[in-house]
């Protein structure tokens, strides 16, 4: 038995999500949470139980080596190269093995990041390092800088320098972690996987609830969701006739049921879905339609009238704005985290319906993450 040292890559903003999904596997522990990633170790023994999987990481690497960060000239970049010379690749190849990964390296390709002001640009380290692994690996190198996609059974190695640290990493496998098998079609404004899963795990869901998207989109929420807790029953409405071929498509067999639905008018009992999950159309990427076109208020509206008493939503806001309309309903928002997606900031919020035995204190009183 070895403990393997990994890291996972996320979305700015899930860390501490990414972190507690990491320490409730309970056969791993974390050794630090930074700048969208959180490395950890595992003990491995052999063969696919090992299968790393974690829903809300963008993708996960072992840890080939860490050292201080070099510096801004480009003669700098001779120290990569050098601590390139020393990666164990057998040991590498080994614990990728043991977690379900691939057995050999096939080829090298390799992506680079970097903060602050250098002399060197991203291409520079990736052919300083790259170039190194593909020699020692005796396996072909394809640089990143002509923008042309490796060929089929590639490695991929990621590497960053973020001020304090550089570090090298082994994808541990065959793709990144964020592309999921169901994911056949997508329309706009499809949400990140490793988002819904964070939403989904943030629901606290349990087995024989009823959850709820009113704008289910290509059905990314409501398939996390089930991978989340299986057996919860899961209902998506959407207006548009693409999205809910899409999220059918994307469904498959899975005990997900989409209809044409309303957002601001749902064809749902009062006070029936335990759980709400949604990203809803506030304009960003996707226009708001039927009854929310002009009066996206209502879709608070539905919102408080269809959740149940002892009820939960989680959803993602472009802003916090629209909260004050939850408040005004009774929904108080018990944790809110700010991500930063694809360019922009939207909030991850938690709400919950208000009792009036926890008292006007503790209404007040929310978690920003």
């Not at 706009?188 to 988002?195: I, N």
């Not at 916090?320 to 900031?345: C, I, N, W, Y």
């Amino acid at each position: 038995m070895t403990a393997a040292r990994l890291v996972a890559r996320c979305v700015r903003g899930l860390e501490p999500a990414l972190g507690t999904e990491i320490l409730r596997t309970r056969s791993a522990t974390v050794d630090w949470i930074g700048h969208r990633e959180v490395g950890f170790r595992t003990t491995t023994g052999s063969g696919a139980d090992d299968e790393v999987r974690l829903r809300t990481a963008d993708d996960v690497f072992l840890l080939a080596w860490r050292r201080d960060d070099i510096g801004p000239h480009k003669s700098d970049l001779a120290a990569l190269a050098d601590m390139t010379r020393a990666v164990d690749l057998k040991r590498l190849a080994r614990e990728r093995r043991a977690h379900g990964g691939p057995v050999r390296f096939g080829g090298i390709e390799i992506s680079a990041s970097f903060l602050g002001r250098r002399t060197y640009n991203r291409y520079d380290i990736e052919d300083a390092v790259g170039r190194v692994l593909a020699e020692r690996a005796g396996v072909p190198y394809h640089a990143r800088r002509h923008g042309e996609p490796p060929p089929p059974g590639h490695s991929g190695w990621r590497l960053t320098l973020d001020g304090t640290h550089a570090t090298l990493l082994l994808r541990l496998g065959r793709r990144p972690a964020h592309r999921r098998d169901y994911k056949n079609a997508t329309i706009a404004g499809t949400l990140h996987p490793p988002v819904a899963a964070a939403m989904a795990q943030a629901a606290e869901l349990l087995p024989g609830q009823r959850v709820l998207d009113p704008c289910c989109g290509a059905g990314t929420l409501l398939i996390e969701a089930h991978h989340t807790v299986p057996g919860t029953t899961l209902l998506g409405f959407d207006l548009d006739p693409a999205a809910r071929r899409a999220a059918r498509q994307n469904a498959g067999p899975l005990p997900v049921t989409v209809e044409r639905g309303d957002a601001g008018a749902l064809p749902v009992a009062d006070r029936s879905i335990d759980r709400v999950l949604c990203n809803p159309p506030w304009g960003e990427q996707v226009d708001a339609g039927g009854r929310l076109a002009g009066h996206p208020e209502r879709w608070w509206h539905e919102l408080a009238r269809v959740l149940a008493d002892e009820g939960r939503a989680v959803v993602l806001l472009p802003e916090a704005r629209g909260l004050g309309h939850a408040l005004a309903l009774g929904l108080t928002p018990v944790h809110v985290q700010q991500l930063s997606l694809f360019g922009s900031r939207p909030l991850l919020v938690r709400l919950e319906r208000q009792r009036a035995r926890r008292g006007s204190r503790a209404r007040r009183e929310v978690e920003v993450g």
